[in-house]
């Protein structure tokens, strides 16, 4: 890998992309705003973590529920937020809606300091009606608010991420929130898609084999643009992290999650719409 990977003069390098996953498969990502391929991390900065899901029946009353599964650090459950749950230690559901014939949203709010377990799994549970790939539309979103910040249930300048849910199963678990050592919080992108059961899909029924399945991932170690910076040859490339300020008037390769304003026009830049590029070929 070292000697097929072009080694540029000069790198600048947004840090926010360093744990992103490289994705070496379709299947790594999918459609939205701010999604990162499987594997990827990134920071979760703020008081209250507030995600969401949306769908929209084409046919047939569907009914999708919104759940969040709460693991302690061994993945043992603490509790799970759900329409048969809505309170739980710093978490409350908004609600049980059973059909969307022009579009539907269920909401689970959550004061991070308040959670006591270290891992936060969202979940999208089919309890009766059609699939991810029968609906008009789906999909599932996170927004990060400080702790005084009031509003309506949502907002589109807080949204983080908004998913596409487009794929075979009938529980879906977009991504899982964890908790580091030093307290601050992360999220995994997962995109994984259970079999589940035909209907009636609940947290309660599946709380092991979501957990099981999240050990794996969380554990798992992707390649990612940290572990490929590594590998270019340091006498050759000059690595400069940007930290959001004026850009280099020389051409350079970016890399990072959005182009900034003001690169050289021959510079070669790599955002999270190309990352596939820096897979060698």
Request: glycine share 10%.
């Amino acid at each position: 890998m070292r000697r097929r990977i072009p080694a540029p003069a000069r790198l600048l390098l947004d840090p926010a992309v360093l744990d992103v996953a490289l994705p070496l498969s379709g299947r790594a990502t999918t459609g939205g705003l701010g999604v990162l391929p499987r594997g990827s991390v990134s920071a979760v900065d703020g008081e209250q973590l507030r995600f969401f899901v949306y769908w929209k029946e084409t046919a047939d009353r569907t009914d999708y529920d919104l759940a969040a599964l709460l693991l302690h650090t061994d993945y043992s459950t603490d509790s799970w937020l759900s329409y048969t749950s809505l309170k739980a230690v710093g978490g409350e559901h908004s609600g049980d809606v059973t059909e969307a014939p022009d579009g539907a949203s269920e909401f689970i709010s959550l004061s991070l300091d308040r959670v006591r377990g270290a891992f936060i799994v969202p979940q999208v549970n089919i309890f009766a009606g059609e699939n991810f790939e029968e609906v008009e539309e789906s999909f599932f979103g996170f927004m990060v608010r400080d702790g005084d910040q009031k509003g309506r249930p949502f907002e589109p300048r807080t949204v983080r991420m908004k998913s596409e849910l487009r794929g075979v199963g009938r529980v879906a678990l977009p991504l899982v929130f964890r908790r580091g050592d030093d307290g601050r919080w992360h999220a995994k992108w997962l995109h994984l898609y259970l079999r589940g059961l035909p209907a009636a899909n609940r947290v309660e029924e599946n709380q092991i084999s979501v957990a099981e399945l999240v050990r794996a991932m969380v554990e798992h170690e992707y390649l990612t643009v940290r572990y490929l910076i590594g590998l270019l040859p340091g006498e050759s490339t000059a690595v400069d992290l940007w930290d959001g300020g004026p850009v280099p008037d020389e051409p350079v390769t970016y890399i990072g999650l959005e182009r900034p304003e003001g690169l050289h026009p021959d510079s070669r830049v790599i955002t999270r719409e190309n990352l596939s590029d820096l897979i060698p070929g």
